[in-house]
């Protein structure tokens, strides 16, 4: 009888590897054979358990948006998220740029500047996180106006599509090696509205 071949690696161990990878040094940048070195799992690995190069980029997409968005995205997460809950997701922000690594930048954001014209299927998962990122950040943005942390008069939807644009901003300007101050006082003059 014939006894299963096990997989010499760990796939989730292996998924977040690539994940950095891709995060650090871009989808184009990455080959397939610093991909297996850094898994370590052999190609046939790869291939049977992620498909191609391509499918392991779209599976490190969704795997940091469980492993760093949700973190980041957990203060809006509440009903009841308002301008204090907005402050916190962006103190989050600034708190993953100041850290060892946090020149990367983020990685959806890399994948749309990268492929977001190229790859539809990359492009979806890039606008699904930024419709989830834009939501969270209206609801919030209509609670603060209703409990007066936010003037009436500010317009819900696109302050939120400012503050989205914002958050993608502080990681690009990160990407870029601009100075943490600098890249605070960029979002502290946006949210000088919320009290």
Request: charged share 25%; with cysteine; aromatic share 8%.
């Amino acid at each position: 009888m014939r006894v299963p071949r096990t997989k010499a690696f760990q796939p989730a161990e292996a998924l977040d590897r690539a994940m950095e990878l891709f995060w650090r040094d871009g989808y184009a940048a990455t080959g397939l054979d610093r991909l297996v070195r850094r898994t370590g799992a052999s190609r046939y690995g790869l291939y049977t358990t992620f498909g191609g190069k391509r499918d392991l980029f779209l599976a490190s997409l969704e795997r940091y948006s469980q492993a760093v968005m949700d973190p980041l995205l957990e203060p809006l997460e509440s009903a009841r998220a308002s301008g204090r809950e907005i402050r916190a997701f962006f103190d989050r922000v600034l708190e993953l740029i100041r850290r060892p690594g946090g020149r990367r930048g983020c990685l959806v954001c890399n994948a749309a500047f990268e492929l977001g014209s190229v790859d539809p299927a990359a492009a979806r998962r890039v606008r699904r996180h930024f419709d989830r990122v834009r939501q969270l950040l209206a609801r919030a943005l209509a609670n603060a106006r209703r409990d007066g942390s936010l003037s009436p008069d500010v317009a819900v939807a696109a302050c939120a599509d400012h503050l989205l644009g914002v958050a993608a901003g502080a990681f690009l300007l990160a990407r870029a090696g601009m100075a943490i101050g600098f890249i605070r006082r960029f979002v502290d003059t946006a949210l000088k509205g919320l009290t």
